[in-house]
């Protein structure tokens, strides 16, 4: 009964992405899990000694302190609401489903980089990309806030939406809150700067990890995507089989490798972070100049991709019963 519970969880959690995306008066988990992280690791580096091997083994502790409380904690929770109810259990998870999701507000926070753009109003558009950007926005062209808007969107079309309704396939509500868990410390501990690159080792290492088949299937759902909005897929995949590795990271290239082919444009290169300009490798070919309207079509590519994942997802849960 479980699986199939969570089959109409994952359905209604998606639609309710597609529809409310994430409204600010709701209280997100992910703001739990960033207390928990960021309390865990004030208590870890007290304790741990300042060495290169203590500050490996708090951050493997975190790893496991995070993962462990996240998914014991939601286990337990859905536990007591299936016993209460069947009806709460159901509602319960998909509004657990829903949370994990990111695509509505993906699309959103896009969007407005895209009308500040039409609007001609560059300042704003600077603004408007630092929202859902790491890097330095101070000095970015037009065509850079384009790029950074439009390699967000592909990128996060795994970390986003892809992957989470992988592991939701996989182990229901309580497997993709884990996974969402082991994200969020990635984004929090997981530099490569002199206060984490030991502690926040294991978490990056983990991320990189959980997010392996996900990074990959969600290229190839882009792929597929593609070819059903008539889109270049074929270009898509020349780019990804080459410059899928065109990066820092083992899997972020991969998704958007499979955009810079389908739009036709060059993504990546070199970035400012912190007031310091790091070299990177590009993605694609430079075959015309980006626009703004190349994130309205990553965005379109994103929830392709998204709907393939969670008809996916509904159908292995379904189809699977204990």
Known sequence: MDRMIWAWAAA?????????????FLYHPVRLIGWLIGRLEAVLRKICKKTEKGLLLGGLFLVAAVCGITGGALWALLALCREVSVWL???????????????????????KVYQELKKGDLPGARRAVSMIVGR????????????????????????????PLFYLALGGPVL????????????????????????????????????????RLSAGLMVLAAAVLGMDWREGMHIF???????????????EAVCAGVLHVQLAGDAWYFGTLYKKKTIGDDKRPVEAE????????????????????????AGIRS
Request: one cysteine or more.
């Open 294 to 317: 190349d994130i309205p079509r990553a965005c379109r590519l994103m929830y392709g991709a998204a709907w393939a994942a969670a008809l996916a997802a509904v159908l292995v849960l």
């Open 136 to 163: 330095d926005t101070e000095r970015l062209s037009e065509a850079g806030v384009t790029k950074a808007a439009v390699e967000t969107v592909a990128e996060n079309t795994s970390d986003g939406v892809i992957a």
């Open 176 to 215: 993709g809150w884990v996974y969402k868990a082991v994200n969020t410390m990635d984004s929090m501990v997981g530099y490569k700067n002199e206060a984490y690159l030991y502690f926040g080792r294991a978490a990056a290492k983990l991320d990189d990890l959980a997010n392996f088949l996900p990074a």
């Open 241 to 255: 089989f080459r410059d899928r590795f065109n990066h820092a990271s083992p899997n972020s290239a991969q998704t």
């Open 89 to 111: 259990y159901l509602a319960v998870s998909a509004v657990l489903c829903y949370q994990l999701l990111a695509a509505r507000s993906l699309q959103t926070e896009s969007m």
């Open 12 to 24: 209604l959690g998606f639609l309710l992405d597609w529809v409310l995306g994430d409204p600010q």
